[in-house]
């Protein structure tokens, strides 16, 4: 059984269509990762399911249950939000108690639920504390144990991390993925615009865009294999380097042409049938590219670049190059050393990289 099912949902804001249509199933147990720009419709996706947004269109089950018009506090969710909303007059103890008071819950389980939530997000020692005497992290975990003592079987997590400094929301992304291990039967529904939380919290992801879902996949085959160029351009940090050219048939396959260059696609992963004489884009992304040195062979073919800018960043460099007039980059280990008009010899790793209809903007 899916835990949440979305089917044919719509949304409408007078003549504005913020939903379309969308269907989604997220299975029991699972952490699937809403991801998208500002106005895509992924935290108006997250309130509908919440019950906070009224649907136009379709229908909303959570745990085989039609939940379409029920009200919030009937769905069985527990839901933190971008803003902590915590209560300032009350103990740590008595912003996770609340709740639980208000639905006449037994004195004895509630103290069992709110040390069993305290324990689990590590803010046992502040019970007492008052929310002005909590850093921002603990304050998000405090907004996590709220919705942790609920004992839902969904989650919903609105940019629950956003405010946070990054080295803190570094951190509380471990906290979050230790946190869905333990609770292996609870749902999931995490929102966010960040693709590194998305990537690293997420079971599957799905990635969306003017009120539509563009993919739904795990994070590796987001990551490596994009279903078309928004994806693929949106996923990434750096992002995708694309190279416009044509496919022309040669032999018994295909080569990708960029200029008086021809990239044989004999390795190349399609998920659709490559089109002869298409406009497309190759794209490829920066540690899929190698730097090949004069004495060093290679199992890639080789092509000619010229060095633009080595950008050091630590443990790597980004060296971007120009490649017959277009420019592209290519991760490296930061004791390699390049320098601006330096030439230097290029190779592709196909299986990984991908290829789009330039008309359609589809995976080839």
């Given at each position: 059984?899916?835990?949440v099912?979305?089917?044919?949902?719509?949304?409408n804001?007078g003549?504005?269509?913020?939903?379309?249509?969308?269907?989604?199933d997220?299975?029991?147990?699972?952490?699937?990762?809403?991801?998208?720009?500002?106005?895509?419709?992924?935290?108006?996706l997250?309130n509908?399911?919440?019950?906070?947004l009224d649907v136009?269109?379709?229908?909303?089950f959570?745990?085989?249950?039609?939940?379409?018009?029920?009200?919030?506090k009937?769905?069985?969710i527990?839901?933190?939000?971008?803003?902590?909303?915590?209560?300032?007059?009350?103990?740590?103890?008595?912003n996770?108690?609340f709740?639980?008071?208000?639905?006449?819950?037994p004195r004895?389980?509630?103290?069992?639920?709110?040390?069993?939530?305290?324990?689990?997000?590590?803010?046992?020692?502040?019970?007492?504390?008052?929310?002005?005497?909590l850093?921002g992290?603990?304050?998000?975990?405090?907004?996590?144990g709220?919705?942790?003592?609920?004992?839902?079987?969904?989650?919903?997590?609105?940019?629950?991390?956003?405010?946070?400094?990054?080295?803190?929301?570094?951190?509380?992304?471990?906290e979050?993925?230790?946190?869905?291990q333990k609770?292996?039967?609870?749902?999931?529904?995490?929102?966010t615009?960040?693709?590194?939380?998305?990537?690293?919290?997420?079971?599957?992801i799905?990635?969306?865009?003017?009120?539509?879902?563009q993919?739904?996949?795990?994070?590796?085959?987001?990551?490596?294999?994009p279903?078309?160029?928004?994806?693929a351009g949106?996923?990434?940090?750096?992002?995708?380097?694309?190279?416009?050219?044509?496919?022309?048939?040669?032999g018994?396959?295909?080569?990708?042409?960029?200029?008086?260059?021809?990239i044989?696609?004999?390795?190349?992963?399609?998920?659709?049938?490559i089109?002869p004489?298409?406009?497309?884009?190759?794209?490829?992304?920066?540690?899929?590219?190698?730097i090949v040195?004069?004495?060093?062979?290679s199992?890639s073919?080789?092509?000619?670049?010229?060095?633009d800018?080595?950008?050091?960043?630590?443990?790597?460099?980004?060296?971007?190059?120009?490649?017959a007039g277009?420019?592209?980059?290519?991760?490296?280990?930061?004791?390699?050393?390049f320098?601006?008009?330096?030439?230097?010899?290029l190779?592709?790793?196909?299986?990984?990289?991908s290829?789009?209809?330039?008309?359609?903007?589809?995976?080839?």
């Amino acid at each position: 059984m899916h835990s949440v099912s979305i089917r044919d949902v719509s949304l409408n804001f007078g003549a504005v269509r913020v939903l379309e249509k969308l269907n989604l199933d997220v299975g029991e147990g699972e952490f699937l990762v809403l991801l998208g720009p500002s106005g895509c419709g992924k935290s108006t996706l997250l309130n509908c399911i919440a019950g906070l947004l009224d649907v136009s269109d379709g229908q909303i089950f959570i745990n085989g249950k039609n939940v379409t018009w029920e009200q919030p506090k009937d769905r069985g969710i527990g839901m933190v939000f971008q803003s902590y909303a915590l209560y300032p007059q009350m103990t740590v103890e008595g912003n996770l108690s609340f709740g639980l008071k208000n639905q006449g819950v037994p004195r004895a389980e509630i103290r069992e639920r709110v040390d069993r939530a305290a324990k689990m997000l590590q803010i046992e020692p502040y019970l007492q504390r008052k929310p002005a005497h909590l850093s921002g992290g603990q304050r998000q975990r405090v907004a996590i144990g709220r919705a942790l003592v609920r004992e839902a079987g969904v989650f919903l997590f609105d940019e629950p991390l956003s405010n946070l400094d990054a080295k803190l929301r570094s951190e509380l992304r471990v906290e979050l993925k230790r946190l869905h291990q333990k609770l292996a039967h609870n749902t999931m529904i995490y929102v966010t615009h960040d693709q590194i939380e998305a990537l690293t919290l997420a079971d599957r992801i799905a990635v969306m865009k003017g009120g539509v879902i563009q993919q739904l996949a795990d994070p590796h085959t987001i990551y490596n294999r994009p279903s078309n160029l928004y994806v693929a351009g949106f996923i990434g940090s750096p992002s995708m380097s694309f190279l416009d050219g044509d496919i022309v048939a040669k032999g018994d396959g295909h080569v990708f042409r960029i200029g008086e260059n021809e990239i044989p696609l004999d390795g190349y992963v399609a998920d659709n049938a490559i089109r002869p004489e298409a406009d497309a884009v190759f794209g490829v992304r920066p540690e899929h590219v190698e730097i090949v040195a004069e004495d060093q062979e290679s199992a890639s073919a080789i092509y000619t670049g010229t060095v633009d800018l080595d950008e050091p960043m630590g443990a790597d460099s980004l060296v971007w190059i120009t490649f017959a007039g277009q420019t592209l980059s290519a991760r490296v280990d930061s004791s390699r050393r390049f320098s601006p008009g330096e030439k230097i010899r290029l190779g592709f790793n196909l299986s990984l990289a991908s290829i789009f209809d330039k008309q359609t903007e589809n995976r080839m």
